[in-house]
């Protein structure tokens, strides 16, 4: 834990916790988790994460099945270096951070909410999935660049 204290907390945030900011976190850890304390929580947590953000992300080799729910405000006590919202009830509802440098609210669609068959639910996850890891990865890289700069 002490190593994690030492890298900026990046927290991404969304109403529920249990998909877009859940698999935001994963990629970002993916991507520079070497670099960054990447936490991600919620507005009004869900409890869970959901199955099909966790199926999603194992198909691109990420694995977050031991990810939890949490509310934001379990954040409040620490330094937060960045906030990146990705829904707009989190942005609207989002506090302050101790530490707080950055903030960016960068929206996406909430799979959770996809209706229809179970292929077009999924193909919905597997969409938000894609969306996500196209601006996290480049968030994360570009991250990286600059500390190393």
Not at 35 to 62: C, D, M, R
Not at 107 to 112: G, L, N, W
Request: negative net charge; contains cysteine.
């Amino acid at each position: 834990m002490e190593e994690e204290s030492t890298k900026p907390t990046v927290l991404i945030l969304c109403t529920g916790n249990s998909c877009r900011s859940q698999m935001a976190e994963g990629i970002l850890k993916s991507v520079a988790g070497e670099t960054l304390n990447v936490q991600s929580a919620g507005s009004n947590p869900a409890g869970y994460v959901h199955p099909l953000a966790i199926k999603a992300l194992g198909e691109i080799g990420i694995d977050i099945a031991s990810n939890t729910s949490k509310h934001m405000n379990e954040f409040l006590k620490q330094n937060v270096e960045t906030v990146i919202t990705v829904c707009g009830k989190a942005d609207q509802e989002c506090p302050v951070y101790p530490g707080q440098v950055n903030r960016f609210h960068w929206p996406f669609f909430d799979p959770a909410k996809a209706e229809g068959s179970d292929e077009d639910i999924y193909a919905k996850f597997q969409a938000a999935r894609d969306e996500i890891q196209k601006v996290f990865t480049h968030y994360g890289e570009e991250r990286i660049r600059l500390i190393e700069f």
